[in-house]
Nanobody, 124 residues
C-alpha cells in the first residue's frame, strides 16, 4: 500500500508564494510519475502539474504555467510544487497522486493513492 502525505498549505496574500510537499511511502517512488491536482468548492478536480519518474519531464496546466514549478527528490521520496505569484483563483485543496496507468498525465483516472490534501487559501 502507498501512502502520500501533503504538507505546506496555508493562507497567503495575492502575489505571495507557497511550497507544497508530498512525502511517499510504501512503493518504489522513483518508478512512478507523480502529479498535483486541486479542487475548489463547487468545481471538479483539476490537473495542476505532473512530473515523470526521473524528474526530467514536467507538464503544467495553462492556468499555472510560469508561476508553479514541480520537482521531485527520489532520494527523499518526495514531490514538490513551488507556487509563486499566487492568485485568489488558486485557492483550493491541493492533492498529490501517483500515476499508475499509462495515458494522459492530466487525467486523474490514471492516478491512484491520493493524499488527504492540503488547503491553500489566497486572500488579502
Amino acid at each position: 500500500q502507498v501512502r502520500l502525505v501533503e504538507s505546506g498549505g496555508g493562507l497567503v496574500q495575492p502575489g505571495g508564494s507557497l511550497g507544497l510537499s508530498c512525502a511517499a511511502s510504501g512503493r518504489s517512488f522513483s518508478s512512478y510519475g507523480m502529479g498535483w491536482f486541486r479542487r475548489s468548492p463547487g468545481k471538479e478536480r483539476e490537473f495542476v502539474a505532473s512530473i515523470n519518474r526521473s524528474g526530467g519531464v514536467t507538464y503544467y496546466a495553462d492556468s499555472v504555467k510560469g508561476r508553479f514549478t514541480i520537482s521531485r527528490d527520489n532520494e527523499k521520496n518526495t514531490v514538490y510544487v513551488q507556487m509563486n505569484g499566487l492568485k485568489p483563483e488558486d485557492t483550493a485543496v491541493y492533492y498529490c497522486a501517483m500515476q499508475i496507468r499509462s495515458g494522459s498525465n492530466r487525467s486523474p483516472y490514471n492516478y491512484a493513492f491520493w493524499g488527504q490534501g492540503t488547503q491553500v487559501t489566497v486572500s488579502s
